[in-house]
């Protein structure tokens, strides 16, 4: 039988005499007065010999703990004590008589012990279980300690992250734990020295990093009485930080080559004319390249449009950013999306395992030059519409939405308007694109950049070739009177071609593609049936006369000298010839 405590007593303690948890009433006076067979078998003693006996020579810690609720009134719940034989879980509860805190019942179990569950009333043991039920729930570490710092409960999660089993954390003082290099810093420590939330980085012993915040919580005098602590695993956050990092770094990289490889392409000596048309475009074009407004450049294939959009970006604020073009008629369209706005790892059977910026995230700070838009499909056409509305786009397979700092330049050989009454091409994407419209006639109606052209184009393929031949006077005009259905990248073709494949020093009418010798030559297609303009023809002579003396010579001075004439004749010989090209 248990000890017997006053007769005051006997109605609560009677009911803990069969009570698998331990149970001792301390007085005021911190006499030990009534001990249930559990707390002697806690302390390995009959609990006959409990009752009587100083609390403090008992259990010190124990008596420490009852006389702060004795003084102050306030239970203390979820305390560890550590003796020798186990650790266990108590709580001191305060026992009134006349209005005075006259004992201290000392429960010490395990609220969460199904074999000691009826040490606690129903409700209470409601709570317990739905805090146990919370807790192992989280997927997140949780851990609660008393106000000292000694562990009171600590979920699965949490021993996961440390790896360390339950009975090597709980009832355990927080700072023996960091003692022993489980991990590098306590935020209960914290918590309990600056008596506020704390949040901290801790690397745990086993390999871990987490992120972790202590919470404390308040008694009713405002004093600390528990901390609550949730970790945070974010090992796996931190890798994908410095994955995202690589990828920056990777995209950086891109971005720089592709600059330098753009440095090299671009300059004033690449974009070749001298017909008004084209030098009215050129004057247009430096116009709007310090803006941030978008550009539509139409006109023929191979006229000149990527040249053009280059010269716009090498001229424009964003010239030090990558130009990147996009050929929106070569790219598949099961790839589009992830090849335009890229994909996360994963997000597709054969996708790269570290995910891929798309040719949109390439261009930001830069220009993004969308080539033939008028070969887009209609469902391409709305995504396409949606970045350039928010100029913000998602990469494949991924979540978080990126602002993309772009200047878009597209280009077409189509006639958008018609496509447009068509209903072949949005008519809303053609008012994004269709800001400032830009168009380059082909090169038939401007004879005078023929000759510029063919001379630049025989200096620089012979150079990269370390081919020196020269254009005889035959070949030259039957190429200058073709009329280049293929434009500038023909023109650029057949200079290569016969430089390569023509056998002398001189390329001869022989050595040219069959198209071109059929070209007619109109100085020297007289018709003598019907008569003709001498004039006309007269200055037709001259002026071919006057273009290879400036090819041989390089300046008009000279040629002026050559020729005998004054300079002011040869420049208003050739201004009258490109004037006429615009009529």
């Given at each position: 039988m248990a000890a017997q405590p006053t007769s005051e007593l006997t109605p609560i303690t009677s009911h803990f005499d069969a009570s698998p948890a331990g149970v001792l009433v301390i007085d005021a006076k911190g006499i030990v007065v009534y001990a249930n067979p559990a707390a002697g078998r806690i302390f390995e003693q009959a609990h006959l010999e409990i009752v009587g006996t100083p609390a403090e020579i008992l259990e010190p810690e124990a008596w420490l703990a009852a006389r702060v609720t004795i003084k102050s009134g306030a239970p203390q719940l979820g305390n560890r004590l550590r003796l020798d034989q186990c650790n266990v879980l108590v709580n001191y509860l305060p026992v009134y008589a006349d209005g005075l805190v006259r004992w201290v019942m000392v429960m010490m179990g395990d609220p969460w012990d199904p074999e000691q569950g009826s040490l606690y009333p129903e409700p209470y043991k409601a709570v317990a279980s739905q805090l146990e039920a919370i807790m192992e729930s989280s997927f997140d570490g949780l851990w609660i300690t008393n106000n000292q710092g000694v562990v009171v409960k600590i979920n699965r999660a949490a021993l996961r992250l440390t790896g360390l089993p339950r009975e090597k954390v709980e009832g355990r003082f927080v700072g023996d734990l960091l003692d022993e290099g489980n991990f590098n810093g306590s935020v209960t420590l914290e918590v309990l020295r600056r008596k506020t939330t704390v949040t901290m980085v801790q690397h745990l012993k086993s390999g871990k990093k987490i992120l972790a915040t202590g919470s404390p919580i308040y008694d009713a005098e405002g004093e600390v009485a528990f901390v609550v602590i949730n970790d945070r695993d974010i090992t796996l956050l931190d890798r994908m930080r410095r994955q995202l990092e690589e990828s920056e770094a990777q995209l950086e990289q891109f971005r720089s080559t592709l600059l330098e490889k753009q440095l090299e392409e671009m300059s004033d000596d690449h974009f070749m004319c001298r017909s008004r048309a084209m030098k009215e475009v050129y004057e247009k074009a430096l116009r709007v390249a310090p803006t941030n407004s978008t550009v539509l450049i139409t006109g023929e294939s191979g006229v000149g449009k990527s040249m053009l959009a280059k010269l716009i970006h090498a001229k424009s604020p964003r010239a030090q950013g990558p130009f990147v073009r996009v050929d929106c008629a070569a790219i598949p369209t099961s790839l589009f999306e992830s090849?335009?706005?890229?994909?996360?790892?994963?997000?597709?059977?054969?996708?790269?395992?570290?995910?891929?910026?798309?040719?949109?995230?390439?261009?930001?700070?830069?220009?993004?030059?969308?080539?033939?838009?008028?070969?887009?499909?209609?469902?391409?056409?709305?995504?396409?519409?949606?970045?350039?509305?928010?100029?913000?786009?998602?990469?494949?397979?991924?979540?978080?939405?990126?602002?993309?700092?772009?200047?878009?330049?597209?280009?077409?050989?189509?006639?958008?308007?018609?496509?447009?009454?068509?209903?072949?091409?949005?008519?809303?994407?053609?008012?994004?694109?269709?800001?400032?419209?830009?168009?380059?006639?082909?090169?038939?109606?401007?004879?005078?950049?023929?000759?510029?052209?063919?001379?630049?184009?025989?200096?620089?393929?012979?150079?990269?070739?370390?081919?020196?031949?020269?254009?005889?006077?035959?070949?030259?005009?039957?190429?200058?009177?073709?009329?280049?259905?293929?434009?500038?990248?023909?023109?650029?073709?057949?200079?290569?071609?016969?430089?390569?494949?023509?056998?002398?020093?001189?390329?001869?009418?022989?050595?040219?593609?069959?198209?071109?010798?059929?070209?007619?030559?109109?100085?020297?297609?007289?018709?003598?049936?019907?008569?003709?303009?001498?004039?006309?023809?007269?200055?037709?002579?001259?002026?071919?006369?006057i273009r290879e003396a400036l090819r041989r010579l390089g300046t008009q001075r000279k040629v002026a000298q050559h020729l005998r004439v004054s300079q002011s004749t040869i420049a208003r010989r050739l201004q009258e010839e490109e004037d006429s090209t615009i009529h």
């Open positions: 090849e335009l706005f890229g994909y996360e790892r994963g997000a597709f059977t054969g996708a790269s395992s570290r995910g891929k910026p798309g040719l949109v995230e390439l261009a930001n700070q830069g220009t993004l030059f969308l080539d033939e838009i008028g070969e887009l499909p209609p469902e391409h056409q709305v995504k396409l519409l949606r970045f350039l509305e928010a100029r913000r786009m998602i990469r494949v397979g991924g979540s978080v939405e990126k602002e993309i700092d772009t200047r878009v330049i597209a280009a077409t050989n189509k006639d958008l308007a018609a496509e447009v009454e068509a209903k072949r091409f949005r008519h809303d994407l053609f008012y994004r694109f269709n800001v400032v419209p830009l168009f380059v006639p082909p090169l038939r109606e401007r004879p005078s950049d023929i000759l510029y052209l063919l001379d630049f184009f025989l200096k620089r393929i012979g150079e990269d070739n370390q081919i020196h031949k020269q254009l005889g006077p035959e070949a030259r005009t039957l190429m200058l009177n073709y009329s280049y259905p293929g434009n500038v990248r023909e023109l650029e073709n057949i200079v290569e071609r016969v430089l390569i494949l023509s056998p002398g020093e001189e390329v001869r009418p022989e050595d040219l593609p069959a198209e071109v010798r059929k070209a007619q030559d109109h100085s020297q297609d007289l018709d003598w049936e019907q008569g003709f303009d001498l004039r006309q023809r007269l200055r037709d002579l001259e002026l071919d006369w």
